[in-house]
């Protein structure tokens, strides 16, 4: 397994940017597909993005489609998470998580998750 640590998090208002960050250890990180899902309190985990082992593929919710961005470094066993034009429904523990899968959007997918970050939009 890697183990995964996020970093980023924090309060921006409405329109605002913030880029998140998720740095790996352990196993070869370039043999991951990674993801970002993000969770409020009562709901599901939700999925927000992914992408693949190279980071040629990517796939997003619709909901950040257009606003965010995932990419990654496999030379610094990292993937980051780009959110532009944030909104206050974007509010939620955002986690970035492994899989040996392919590009997979359901969180049962993924065996390794980080311990979120908190971010919060304000309006």
């Known amino acids: 397994q890697v183990q995964l640590v996020e970093s980023g998090g924090g309060l921006v208002q409405a329109g605002g940017s913030l880029r998140l960050s998720c740095a790996a250890s352990g196993r070869t990180f370039s043999s991951y597909t990674m993801g970002w899902f993000r969770q409020t309190p009562g709901k599901e985990r939700d999925f927000v993005a992914t992408i693949s082992r190279s980071g040629a593929n990517t796939l997003y919710a619709h909901s950040v489609k257009g606003r965010f961005t995932i990419s990654r470094d496999n030379a610094k066993n990292t993937v980051y998470l780009q959110m532009n034009s944030l909104k206050p429904e974007d509010t939620a523990i955002y986690y970035c998580?492994?899989?040996?899968?392919?590009?997979?959007?359901?969180?049962?997918?993924?065996?390794?998750w980080g311990q979120g970050t908190q971010v919060t939009v304000a309006s």
């Open positions: 998580a492994a899989t040996s899968l392919l590009l997979t959007t359901t969180p049962q997918g993924y065996n390794s």
